[in-house]
């Protein structure tokens, strides 16, 4: 269920945990999928057997894009904005890839509001946000500043 917070409140959120996502599945076939539509084909990422005889992980692991495609996806799931007219993914500052993540995990994202700037119409969200995979360690897979305009 996601938490729904006044445009107006979020200032005052600044610096805190705003929310959390819920968790999602990136399967084998999601990957396969991803490499398709971008035409990232890397063995690591679709070669079951490669992986098997000559990876470090194992077995396929998901494209690093495709765990950052999903950030929308999760704030969305995660958070309402009530007085939002309209929402705009404007950029990311700072992404890294900090452990890899095998096919068949499910992942969250837990989102710290950095800041909050006025913009014309509305708001620039800065968001802190960490991937974290279900029951694999503390270590992220992703962390990203990812920045969102939310108009009134």
């Given at each position: ?27 084998q076939e ?18 079951r057997e490669?992986?098997?005889?000559e990876s ?97």
């Amino acid at each position: 269920m996601p938490r729904t917070i006044a445009l107006a409140e979020l200032p005052r959120l600044v610096g805190s945990e705003v929310a959390l996502s819920g968790w999602f599945e990136v399967g084998q076939e999601r990957i396969a999928a991803f490499a398709e539509a971008t035409e990232d084909r890397q063995w690591i990422h679709v070669d079951r057997e490669r992986c098997a005889r000559e990876s470090p992980f194992g077995a396929p692991v998901a494209h690093g894009f495709l765990t950052l495609s999903l950030l929308p996806a999760m704030l969305e799931s995660a958070l309402v904005i009530e007085g939002m007219r309209m929402g705009l993914n404007y950029g990311l500052n700072r992404v890294r890839f900090p452990a890899p993540l095998p096919g068949g995990s499910r992942v969250r994202g837990r989102w710290m509001l950095a800041a909050c700037d006025a913009i014309e119409g509305g708001v620039q969200l800065t968001w802190n946000v960490a991937v974290e995979p279900e029951g694999q360690g503390v270590k992220p897979v992703c962390v990203a500043e990812f920045l969102v305009r939310a108009y009134a």
